[in-house]
């Protein structure tokens, strides 16, 4: 089967680094995907991940070991702004999968 | 500005009704997406479709239907056979996938929909 897994809930504070982890079973894959989603609103992209590695936008990381079947999303410097629910998702064989999205709580 | 559009808003139908959601994009992106969201849970794949007059199912396509008649608009009708159709309805529209290709997907600002 196919399986996306990351946390429901984290909090942090305001000013500090918090990591989102993801691991994922997919029937291919081709590209893993971050978007942020705000209550209420429509996702927007973040990052893109398909060869192992780093990938660094501003104060956004996302990292992917595609041997572990394993993402990261690194937010660094949070802001309160940054209170919102993360989406992992996976672009398989035919179609992308999301997770379940994982909801930050920035504490001031 | 180029992007994609649902309307409306805000849908409240009775139960037993068809209603039908509207996507449009300006984007020139050949794929387009229906997700469903609930609450506390990730996005659903309703339908989806790379080419015009051509779609697919998704993994909860049972009760909706969706037609692809013009690149740009790709409307999903809810009917009255889907059990539970109270949800945030969103379109997307994307390139079609490519090997290496980082084809973001574009989302509308949704549609929330509620069966009284």
């Known amino acids: 089967g196919q399986n996306i897994d990351q946390p429901t809930e984290m909090t942090a504070t305001e000013g500090a680094i918090v990591q989102i982890n993801c691991t994922y079973q997919t029937s291919g894959f081709n590209g893993l995907f971050w978007y942020q989603q705000h209550a209420g609103e429509a996702p927007t992209f973040l990052s893109y991940?398909?060869?192992?590695g780093l990938e660094e936008k501003g104060r956004f990381s996302s990292f992917l070991s595609r041997s572990k079947g394993y993402s990261y999303l690194l937010l660094k410097e949070l802001q309160m702004k940054d209170s919102a629910s993360y989406l992992c998702?996976?672009?398989?064989?035919?179609?992308?999968?999301f997770g379940k999205g994982t909801r930050l709580h920035i504490l001031p | 500005d180029g992007g994609i559009t649902q309307s409306p808003k805000y849908l409240f139908r009775k139960e037993g009704q068809n209603v039908t959601l509207s996507c449009e994009q300006n984007?020139?992106?050949?794929?387009m997406y229906w997700y469903r969201q609930d609450p506390g849970q990730g996005l659903r794949l309703i339908y989806y479709?790379?080419?015009?007059?051509?779609?697919q199912k998704g993994d909860i396509a049972e009760g909706y239907s969706v037609s692809r008649e013009k690149k740009e608009s790709f409307p999903l009708t809810v009917t009255s056979a889907q059990k539970n159709p109270t949800a945030f309805y969103l379109c997307?529209?994307?390139?079609?996938?490519?090997?290496?290709?980082?084809?973001?997907?574009?989302f509308g600002p949704g549609t929330r929909l509620t069966v009284l």
């Open positions: 997307a529209s994307s390139i079609v996938p490519g090997p290496d290709m980082d084809n973001e997907q574009f």
């Open positions: 984007l020139n992106h050949d794929a």
């Open positions: 991940n398909v060869l192992d």
């Open positions: 479709s790379q080419i015009v007059n051509d779609f």
């Open positions: 998702a996976v672009r398989g064989d035919d179609k992308i999968i």
